[in-house]
């Protein structure tokens, strides 16, 4: 039995300072400065070319960061005011394998996996002969006093 242990370390909060993105958003927002400064380069220039969509996208990414919802180019929230380096989770997984287990079948001689008490016999209708005609024209299973086959209408033997 094998045990495999990984341990991963990802950061709770962007390495970026809330208070520079704050400023780059208030003086430089239109120009989407404060959007290349936390990585996210494709809304930056979005931002670039239509006047921060319009004077509209730093209003609200200004809401954003001071609410502390902002994030970066990562997705991690903006949220320490100086820039500081934020903590890290750790996380382990622990996973068990389980050795490998063959199961048993039958043998495929069996009459092509039926149980035993099913498997062909020489004579498919040994047991129904006793009681019942059996049509030789169509093979169908008729009752004992029977003159025609109830299946075809062919005269039974």
């Not at 994030?71 to 500081?84: R, Y």
């Not at 030789?136 to 039974?156: I, W």
Request: hydrophobic share 40%; net charge neutral.
């Amino acid at each position: 039995m094998t045990q495999i242990h990984v341990v991963q370390t990802r950061p709770v909060a962007s390495p970026k300072s809330r208070t520079v993105a704050l400023l780059l958003c208030l003086f430089l927002g239109v120009l989407g400065i404060h959007r290349f400064y936390v990585d996210k380069i494709g809304t930056g220039l979005l931002y670039l070319c239509t006047y921060g969509l319009f004077v509209i996208g730093p209003f609200v990414d200004l809401i954003l960061i001071l609410t502390g919802s902002f994030t970066d180019g990562q997705g991690l929230p903006v949220t320490d005011w100086d820039g500081a380096k934020p903590e890290a989770v750790t996380t382990t997984v622990t996973t068990v394998q389980q050795p490998y287990q063959q199961t048993v079948s039958p043998p495929p001689s069996q009459g092509m996996g039926m149980p035993p008490q099913q498997l062909a016999t020489s004579d498919p209708f040994a047991g129904v002969k006793k009681n019942h005609k059996i049509c030789t024209l169509c093979g169908s299973v008729n009752e004992l006093d029977a003159v025609f086959c109830a299946s075809c209408g062919s005269k039974l033997e």
